[in-house]
């Protein structure tokens, strides 16, 4: 897969000048199931990539997660399900929590999203979308949805799009 025209290969060799300091990824999932349980832990360990030395990933529950967690974050990645065609409420009262004390200062924070959906995922995904423009946020990947039944490439998927993430900030591409 191809993320904004630099491939996932070439980022992770591209040996690009870094921060000094080690870089933050806030992975924030709601996690109710023992699938969503897998792609929140298939989130954490693309994060940790062997080849990937200057990010760290934190995992929390929307509800651990705090406004002093974003605005010390280099980046995010969300997941949710999608409850009666919007995100999880869980997530929402997160967003709910942060929203006015991130408001100025968060503008610009890269982040991605994945979407694990029984229907089409849209209203998951427009719901997130419409609060972090708000917030000011830059998606840096297209938001993943993953739909319908189960299916074992979901991990897979998940793990790719962390892992771009991960690398993005490593790279300092964003």
């Given at each position: 897969?191809?993320?904004?025209?630099?491939?996932?290969?070439?980022?992770?060799?591209?040996?690009?000048?870094?921060?000094?300091?080690?870089?933050?990824?806030?992975?924030?999932?709601?996690?109710?199931?023992?699938?969503?349980?897998?792609?929140?832990?298939?989130?954490?360990?693309a994060?940790?990539?062997?080849l990937?030395d200057?990010?760290?990933?934190?995992?929390?529950?929307?509800?651990?997660?705090?406004?002093?967690?974003?605005?010390?974050?280099?980046?995010?990645?969300?997941?949710?399900?999608e409850?009666?065609?919007?995100?999880?409420?869980?997530?929402?009262?997160?967003?709910?929590?942060?929203?006015y004390?991130?408001?100025?200062?968060?503008?610009?924070?890269?982040?991605?999203?994945?979407?694990?959906a029984?229907?089409?995922?849209q209203?998951?995904?427009?719901?997130?979308?419409?609060?972090?423009?708000?917030?000011?946020?830059?998606?840096?990947?297209?938001?993943?949805?993953?739909?319908?039944?189960?299916?074992?490439?979901?991990?897979?998927?998940?793990?790719?799009?962390?892992?771009?993430?991960?690398?993005?900030?490593?790279?300092?591409?964003?």
């Open positions: 897969m191809r993320h904004g025209g630099v491939g996932l290969a070439q980022m992770l060799s591209t040996a690009l000048p870094t921060d000094a300091r080690c870089k933050s990824v806030l992975i924030v999932v709601h996690r109710p199931s023992t699938n969503l349980g897998r792609l929140a832990e298939a989130t954490l360990a994060t940790a990539n062997p990937i200057s990010v760290q990933a934190i995992l929390k529950t929307p509800a651990q997660t705090d406004a002093e967690a974003v605005l010390a974050c280099d980046g995010l990645i969300l997941g949710t399900s409850n009666f065609g919007y995100m999880a409420g869980a997530l929402k009262d997160f967003f709910e929590r942060i929203y004390p991130c408001l100025e200062r968060t503008r610009g924070k890269p982040y991605a999203l994945w979407v694990r029984g229907q089409d995922g209203g998951a995904k427009q719901s997130v979308e419409r609060i972090v423009t708000g917030l000011g946020w830059h998606a840096v990947q297209p938001a993943l949805i993953m739909r319908g039944e189960w299916r074992e490439e979901f991990v897979d998927q998940v793990s790719e799009l962390s892992l771009t993430v991960a690398a993005g900030l490593d790279a300092g591409i964003y």
